[in-house]
């Protein structure tokens, strides 16, 4: 049996019981408007990562697009931001798995040693340990895939190079998924906050890679992502775009929330049927 990094924020970022999570990961899923016209199995998708009834509303439709790839992707890459511990480069976990509510998630040892030979990853138990950002993506993952690992990366301190240097190095192909965690603009005024955030929005669909941490707070992963995505031809498409005065209702300092998908427009969606009716089994189990 793997070692296990506990969950860290359930109960505050997200409900804490199975039960109750399922069900909300499910409504907010259900209540995702699906892209019209299906634009095909994301390669990435980057998506926030603040308590779901702030975010979560957001983040949804962007995992409702992988319900094609239920039982395609069996490894999801994972990159975000620290926000406790301050690092250089990107640190992978010391543990096999991470448990949340709804069960653990086993590490991908093979894939994670892909990458331990480059300067800038290395293993950080104290990074990961109490860190959100990558932890809040794992019930919507546990949701619409079947049987998936992961090789999740705390980011520091890194240069955007060095961040597409590792994408690069696990791209794989329809079997990988890769997830970059961000929020946007915080703590401005509602009106202030909805022009950063278009701005910010714009430059990600442009697949710029000169973000700064006022406009993203996973700005360096979202840089080095950009680098493979214009290098990969990669199509942005932006799901959603609002803040927790949207969701939430204080708009006198809000936290800006954006979803997108990047799709490899060479490749078509494998089609998966049953995994269209996702929420509807899962009710039923």
């Known amino acids: 049996m793997p070692s296990v990094r506990p969950a860290a924020v359930a109960g505050m970022f997200y409900p804490g019981t199975p039960a109750?999570?399922?069900?909300?990961?499910?409504?907010?899923?259900?209540?995702?408007?699906?892209?019209?016209p299906p634009a095909g199995l994301?390669?990435?998708?980057?998506?926030?990562?603040?308590?779901?009834?702030?975010?979560?509303p957001?983040?949804?439709?962007?995992?409702?697009?992988?319900?094609?790839?239920?039982?395609?992707?069996?490894?999801?890459?994972l990159f975000g931001p620290v926000h406790r511990v301050p690092i250089r480069g990107l640190?992978?976990?010391?543990?096999?798995?991470?448990?949340?509510?709804?069960?653990?998630?086993?590490?991908?040892?093979?894939a994670a040693a892909l990458v331990l030979d480059m300067p800038q990853v290395a293993r950080n138990e104290a990074a990961h340990a109490l860190e959100h950002s990558l932890e809040v993506q794992l019930p919507f993952l546990q949701t619409v895939l079947e049987d998936f690992r992961?090789?999740?990366?705390?980011?520091?301190?890194a240069s955007a190079a060095e961040v597409a240097a590792v994408i690069e190095r696990l791209w794989g192909g329809p079997e990988t998924l890769i997830v970059v965690s961000s929020d946007l603009s915080h703590y401005h005024p509602y009106a202030t906050a909805r022009q950063i955030d278009r701005g910010t929005a714009a430059a990600i669909l442009a697949l710029d890679s000169s973000l700064d941490h006022e406009q993203a707070c996973g700005a360096t992963p979202i840089n080095g992502f950009a680098l493979c995505a214009r290098r990969r031809h990669l199509k942005p498409e932006l799901l959603d775009l609002?803040?927790?005065?949207?969701?939430?209702?204080?708009?006198s300092r809000v936290v800006g929330y954006a979803a997108f998908a990047f799709t490899e427009p060479e490749r078509s969606a494998p089609r998966d049927a049953a995994a269209e009716t996702f929420s509807v089994a899962a009710d039923a189990g």
Do not use: M, W
């Open 42 to 56: 994301p390669k990435a998708l980057l998506v926030p990562h603040a308590g779901y009834v702030y975010s979560g």
């Open 58 to 77: 957001v983040a949804a439709p962007a995992y409702r697009r992988l319900a094609a790839g239920r039982r395609t992707i069996r490894r999801v890459v």
């Open 242 to 251: 609002r803040n927790s005065g949207d969701t939430a209702g204080d708009k």
């Open 91 to 110: 640190a992978l976990p010391t543990v096999g798995a991470f448990a949340t509510p709804l069960g653990c998630v086993e590490v991908d040892s093979e």
């Open 150 to 157: 992961i090789v999740p990366f705390a980011v520091g301190d």
């Open 20 to 36: 109750v999570l399922g069900a909300a990961v499910r409504a907010y899923l259900a209540e995702a408007q699906p892209a019209e």
